[in-house]
T-cell receptor
Framework: DAGVIQSPRHEVTEMGQEVTLRCKPISGHNSLFWYRQTMMRGLELLIYFNNNVPIDDSGMPEDRFSAKMPNASFSTLKIQPSEPRDSAVYFC?????????????FGQGTRLTVV | GQQVMQIPQYQHVQEGEDFTTYCNSSTTLSNIQWYKQRPGGHPVFLIQLVKSGEVKKQKRLTFQFGEAKKNSSLHITATQTTDVGTYFCAGDNAGNNRKLIWGLGTSLAVNP
């Protein structure tokens, strides 16, 4: 398996524009996480899906952020409209939550810059 | 809410010195995981500890899980420049919607 695949790797956009980040989890994993990482706040969990269903979105900053997981192999994180304070690295991670090890496998991340 | 505190935030060492980072949870954990993130990279899983008092070793890295399953530590013996990065602990509370609660990480710099 190629691991968790995120696209794009880098995104530069102007304030007010819509941004869509994409994630393909590892095949067979039943949990998917979107994280945001900044120097100031560290690694923050935005939303967590289990079996394609959003379980916990308490970390989503505000209504400008939305996430979907239409099927087990694809998820998106959308920011509309984007603001400069949204600039960060966004990671998608997947895991298999069952018995035994439950570690998260991270994608390479999308570095978002909003100017 | 549940919190995981990690100290120190930063650590500079000379190559060959030892390094330890500590993780403390406000609640009892079902397991704790450790990850390493190299500069410019993404977090990579190192290990998972499940049992009270558990100690695991990976070459120069020693991981411990406290008896009360609320604290953990990672100790690196004789650091090398390849150890540079940020080390995160993440606590798993099975009752907390099964999401990991992350510490803020300890950034390790190693002077050659």
């Amino acid at each position: 398996d190629a691991g968790v695949i995120q696209s794009p790797r880098h995104e530069v956009t102007e304030m007010g524009q819509e941004v869509t980040l994409r994630c393909k989890p590892i095949s067979g994993h039943n949990s998917l996480f979107w994280y945001r990482q900044t120097m100031m706040r560290g690694l923050e969990l935005l939303i967590y899906f289990n079996n394609n269903v959003p379980i916990d979105d308490s970390g989503m900053p505000e209504d400008r952020f939305s996430a979907k997981m239409p099927n087990a192999s694809f998820s998106t994180l959308k920011i509309q409209p984007s603001e400069p304070r949204d600039s960060a690295v966004y990671f998608c991670a997947s895991s298999f939550y069952g018995t035994g090890r439950t570690e998260a496998f991270f994608g390479q991340g999308t570095r978002l810059t909003v100017v | 809410g549940q919190q995981v505190m990690q100290i120190p935030q930063y650590q500079h060492v000379q190559e060959g010195e030892d390094f330890t980072t500590y993780c403390n949870s406000s609640t009892t954990l079902s397991n704790i995981q450790w990850y390493k993130q190299r500069p410019g990279g993404h977090p990579v899983f190192l290990i998972q500890l499940v049992k009270s008092g558990e100690v695991k070793k990976q070459k120069r890295l020693t991981f411990q899980f406290g008896e009360a399953k609320k604290n953990s530590s990672l100790h690196i013996t004789a650091t090398q420049t390849t150890d540079v990065g940020t080390y995160f602990c993440a606590g798993d509370n099975a009752g907390n919607n099964r999401k990991l609660i992350w510490g803020l990480g300890t950034s390790l710099a190693v002077n050659p």
